[in-house]
């Protein structure tokens, strides 16, 4: 009885060159689009101001959410770097296997975050050339200006996705000792930290928003129509300012970092099913 013959097993860039030049193009799709957006009017002063008083109230509640966020990320860094160097997963015992789930951690931690603050960015700028257009142009207008704002946002959650887990990848299989297709198998373990880092921010990004939005929703209401008898959505109540500010931070930038998380969670779900699928048919085809 024969002998099943080995497979060629193919360079691990080989395998996400792909995914890379797809990321890329995205990153070339995003600032396409940002050039025509750019083109749209953004209105009159008073619609300038409303919008860039929403946009940095925006920016300031991410800055800061992030800043006690990072430490949250410190802390967990060094945890996963004590905990797999000191008991490495693979069969080699490799020390490096801390600092690879670490770097893996950060690395997601960073572009949910990065896709969470693009988001935000690009929705507050369209929002207001949005409201122009639909203004002074019509529906229709306003409909591509709007669509043209989102779909930024899509590629840039899409290809900082492709573009970084698959960059990993390729970074998770340098320097392993073992064979090439048990390296590939690592390598998908150790993006497991990459999920974690993205999924982390995206929980704390979507409920500290959510948290802040309906909390200025419910002191507009309160103090501003009860009280004050301001009507709703009236720009004299600051609280509708800090209400807008929470529903860019909680619908758009958590939106973006849940999207970003999803996707990537998606990926390595499949990707480690096939990987043990495929790692076990080897070795019960002796391979």
Same mark, same amino acid.
């Given at each position: 009885?024969?002998?099943?013959?080995?497979?060629?097993?193919?360079?691990?860039?080989?395998?996400?060159?792909?995914?890379?030049?797809?990321?890329?193009?995205? !990153? =070339?799709?995003?600032?396409? #689009?940002?050039?025509? $957006?750019?083109?749209?009017? &953004?209105?009159? /002063? %008073?619609?300038?101001? @409303?919008?860039?008083?929403?946009?940095?109230?925006?920016?300031?509640?991410?800055?800061?959410?992030?800043?006690?966020?990072?430490?949250?990320?410190?802390?967990?860094?060094?945890?996963?770097?004590?905990?797999?160097?000191?008991?490495?997963?693979?069969?080699?015992?490799?020390?490096?296997?801390?600092?690879?789930?670490?770097?893996?951690?950060?690395?997601?931690?960073?572009?949910?975050?990065?896709?969470?603050?693009?988001?935000?960015?690009?929705?507050?700028?369209?929002?207001?050339?949005?409201?122009?257009?639909?203004?002074?142009?019509?529906?229709?207008?306003?409909?591509?200006?709007?669509?043209?704002?989102?779909?930024?946002?899509?590629?840039?959650?899409?290809?900082? !996705? =492709?573009?970084?887990?698959? #960059?990993?990848?390729? $970074?998770?299989?340098?320097? &392993?000792?073992? /064979? %090439?297709?048990?390296? @590939?198998?690592?390598?998908?373990?150790?993006?497991?930290?990459?999920?974690?880092?993205?999924?982390?921010?995206?929980?704390?990004?979507?409920?500290?928003?959510?948290?802040?939005?309906?909390?200025?929703?419910?002191?507009?209401?309160?103090?501003?129509?009860?009280?004050?008898?301001?009507?709703?959505?009236?720009?004299?109540?600051?609280?509708?300012?800090?209400?807008?500010?929470?529903?860019?931070?909680?619908?758009?930038?958590?939106?973006?970092?849940?999207?970003?998380?999803?996707?990537?969670?998606?990926?390595?779900?499949?990707?480690?099913?096939?990987?043990?699928?495929?790692?076990?048919?080897?070795?019960?085809?002796?391979?």
């Amino acid at each position: 009885m024969g002998t099943w013959p080995n497979p060629p097993t193919a360079h691990p860039i080989e395998l996400v060159s792909l995914s890379l030049v797809a990321g890329g193009l995205a !990153g =070339l799709m995003v600032f396409w #689009l940002l050039r025509k $957006l750019k083109e749209a009017p &953004r209105g009159s /002063d %008073e619609m300038n101001k @409303l919008s860039d008083l929403i946009a940095s109230g925006a920016r300031s509640f991410l800055k800061t959410e992030y800043f006690y966020l990072s430490f949250f990320v410190a802390v967990f860094f060094a945890f996963l770097v004590a905990l797999y160097s000191a008991d490495p997963p693979t069969a080699a015992n490799d020390r490096l296997d801390g600092i690879r789930m670490g770097g893996c951690f950060l690395a997601g931690a960073g572009l949910s975050a990065l896709a969470g603050w693009g988001g935000m960015a690009v929705a507050t700028d369209a929002n207001v050339r949005t409201t122009q257009a639909a203004d002074k142009e019509g529906l229709a207008k306003a409909l591509r200006v709007a669509f043209t704002g989102g779909a930024v946002m899509g590629f840039t959650v899409v290809g900082l !996705g =492709l573009f970084g887990l698959s #960059l990993f990848f390729y $970074l998770m299989t340098i320097n &392993r000792s073992e /064979d %090439e297709r048990l390296a @590939l198998v690592y390598a998908m373990d150790s993006l497991a930290g990459f999920g974690f880092g993205a999924s982390s921010i995206a929980l704390f990004a979507r409920v500290a928003g959510g948290i802040y939005t309906k909390a200025a929703d419910v002191g507009a209401d309160l103090v501003g129509k009860v009280e004050m008898d301001i009507p709703e959505d009236d720009p004299r109540n600051p609280a509708v300012i800090a209400d807008n500010v929470g529903d860019n931070v909680f619908r758009i930038a958590g939106t973006a970092t849940v999207s970003f998380t999803a996707r990537i969670v998606f990926f390595l779900c499949n990707s480690m099913v096939c990987t043990y699928c495929f790692s076990f048919l080897t070795s019960s085809l002796g391979w």
